[in-house]
């Protein structure tokens, strides 16, 4: 999240930015959004909002979920996988 500011000592915002759901989408999923699907994402977190549960990791992955094209999510799990299988490459060849 980004930094939290106070407008004064009585009052708390919770910010959170494009670039949160882009950083989020990217190190919590592997997957790559664009900054107009981040954008999507903040409007259905804040048109979903619920107090109790307030904006939290769970919350972000479902709202990207929603958002995301299925395909995109194939072509992440194909790097993942990709990279996964070059990791073992490089180590099998070390033996």
């Known amino acids: 999240m980004s930094d939290t500011y106070t407008k004064d000592k009585d009052t708390l915002v919770l910010a959170w930015t494009s670039a949160d759901i882009v950083d989020h989408a990217y190190?919590?999923?592997?997957?790559?959004?664009?900054?107009?699907?981040?954008?999507?994402?903040?409007?259905?977190?804040?048109?979903?909002?619920?107090?109790?549960?307030?904006?939290?990791?769970?919350?972000?992955?479902?709202?990207i979920e929603e958002i995301v094209s299925p395909l995109d999510w194939?072509?992440?799990?194909?790097?993942?996988v990709e990279s996964v299988a070059n990791t073992n490459n490089t180590f099998n060849t070390q033996k």
């Open 27 to 63: 190190h919590n999923m592997n997957l790559g959004i664009s900054l107009e699907e981040a954008r999507k994402v903040l409007r259905l977190l804040e048109d979903s909002y619920d107090s109790d549960s307030g904006i939290n990791n769970f919350s972000i992955a479902n709202a």
């Open 74 to 80: 194939a072509d992440g799990l194909r790097s993942w």
